[in-house]
């Protein structure tokens, strides 16, 4: 029995989420193996043959994989499937976009948002906005997961010696072509990677206010910045800000809500944090029912006298 790990990174680096779906691939049992599809991408292989609890490591480098295209890195993971039992891919926008072309190939049932592994054909997933856990037993031979790496602590990324195996890679589909990005350039740790997050809503009232009133704290604690749906949809803050069901999924070891009433929606996103601090002046806004620290008062007095006493 083995599971295959689908690696997310950039061909120079392995990102933080691999390392979470290591350990739940370790879960799994058996022997650990990860792909690295990319094009230039043998510093990101070297990476992952570091990551404690890996066996092997599978280098597939041709142009196509450059970028991550979902039908290319699908026909690359298929290519090699059926020497696994388990086949797991972080549950982030890469790995939510090429895991369900995956089963549909194989003919599977995918098995998404994991946050424990009970047995090798036992998981635990939330539904209902994590409002309730359904415990799914799978007799695919084949399972196919999307592990929501807030579940799992993350594996050591250095003091593990796997062997690096280059892999025949699949040709171009066509089907897609990448065309560019814009990368959004930011000094502060990635969202879903922070281990403090400060984060704003609707109350703040103007992105000018935004700015004024939570920069400092973020600046101070040199924290990410996050912000409700509300105050997105708002135009204070920007897409990759959101936190909640329909946005980012953090765990931080502090997150500071600061105007954010506690919609359900962005309760999904954040309640796994290790210590939550509320400040708002509504004392029955629900997001006090999961801070461990709730502070009922005006955001704009009281978080300049926070960031003052810091």
């Given at each position: 029995?083995?599971?295959?790990?689908?690696?997310?990174?950039?061909?120079?680096?392995?990102?933080?989420?691999?390392?979470?779906?290591?350990?739940?691939?370790?879960?799994?049992?058996?022997?650990?193996?990860?792909?690295v599809?990319?094009h230039?991408?043998?510093?990101?292989?070297?990476?992952?043959?570091?990551?404690?609890?890996?066996?092997?490591?599978i280098h597939?480098d041709?142009?196509?994989?450059?970028?991550g295209l979902?039908?290319?890195?699908?026909?690359?993971?298929?290519?090699i499937?059926?020497?696994?039992?388990?086949?797991?891919?972080?549950?982030?926008?890469?790995?939510?976009?090429?895991?369900?072309?995956?089963?549909?190939?194989?003919?599977?049932?995918?098995?998404?948002?994991?946050?424990?592994?009970i047995?090798?054909?036992t998981?635990?997933?939330?539904?209902y906005?994590?409002n309730?856990?359904?415990t799914?037993?799978s007799k695919?031979?084949?399972k196919?997961?999307?592990?929501?790496?807030?579940g799992?602590?993350?594996?050591?990324?250095?003091?593990?010696?796997?062997?690096?195996?280059?892999?025949?890679?699949?040709?171009?589909?066509?089907?897609?072509?990448?065309?560019?990005?814009?990368?959004?350039?930011n000094?502060r740790?990635?969202?879903?990677?922070?281990?403090?997050?400060v984060?704003?809503?609707?109350?703040?009232?103007?992105?000018e206010?935004?700015a004024?009133?939570?920069?400092?704290l973020?600046?101070?604690?040199?924290?990410?910045?996050?912000?409700?749906?509300?105050?997105?949809?708002?135009?204070?803050?920007?897409?990759?800000?959101?936190?909640?069901?329909?946005?980012?999924i953090?765990?931080?070891?502090l997150?500071?809500?600061?105007?954010?009433?506690?919609?359900?929606?962005?309760?999904?996103?954040?309640?796994?944090?290790?210590?939550?601090?509320a400040?708002?002046?509504?004392?029955?806004?629900?997001i006090?029912?999961?801070?461990?620290y709730?502070?009922?008062a005006?955001l704009?007095?009281?978080?300049p006298?926070?960031?003052n006493?810091?």
């Amino acid at each position: 029995m083995a599971s295959l790990v689908i690696a997310e990174h950039d061909n120079a680096s392995i990102k933080v989420a691999t390392l979470n779906t290591v350990t739940a691939a370790v879960a799994c049992g058996g022997d650990v193996h990860v792909l690295v599809a990319g094009h230039n991408a043998g510093a990101a292989a070297q990476a992952a043959s570091q990551i404690a609890g890996v066996s092997k490591v599978i280098h597939a480098d041709a142009d196509g994989l450059a970028h991550g295209l979902a039908e290319n890195v699908a026909a690359q993971v298929l290519a090699i499937a059926g020497n696994y039992t388990h086949i797991l891919f972080p549950a982030t926008a890469a790995g939510k976009n090429v895991a369900p072309r995956v089963a549909a190939k194989l003919d599977v049932a995918q098995l998404s948002d994991v946050t424990l592994v009970i047995s090798a054909d036992t998981f635990e997933r939330p539904i209902y906005a994590g409002n309730a856990i359904a415990t799914v037993q799978s007799k695919d031979a084949l399972k196919v997961l999307t592990v929501r790496t807030t579940g799992f602590d993350a594996a050591a990324a250095t003091g593990g010696s796997a062997s690096v195996e280059t892999a025949a890679a699949t040709v171009d589909s066509g089907k897609s072509a990448f065309k560019g990005s814009e990368i959004a350039k930011n000094d502060r740790p990635e969202l879903t990677a922070a281990k403090v997050i400060v984060s704003g809503g609707r109350a703040l009232g103007s992105a000018e206010k935004f700015a004024e009133v939570i920069t400092p704290l973020a600046d101070k604690l040199g924290a990410a910045m996050g912000a409700s749906r509300a105050a997105v949809d708002a135009g204070y803050a920007p897409n990759d800000w959101q936190v909640g069901q329909t946005g980012k999924i953090v765990a931080p070891q502090l997150y500071i809500a600061c105007g954010i009433s506690g919609a359900i929606q962005h309760l999904a996103g954040m309640k796994d944090s290790k210590v939550i601090v509320a400040i708002n002046k509504d004392p029955e806004a629900p997001i006090f029912s999961v801070a461990d620290y709730g502070l009922e008062a005006d955001l704009f007095a009281a978080v300049p006298e926070l960031v003052n006493a810091l």
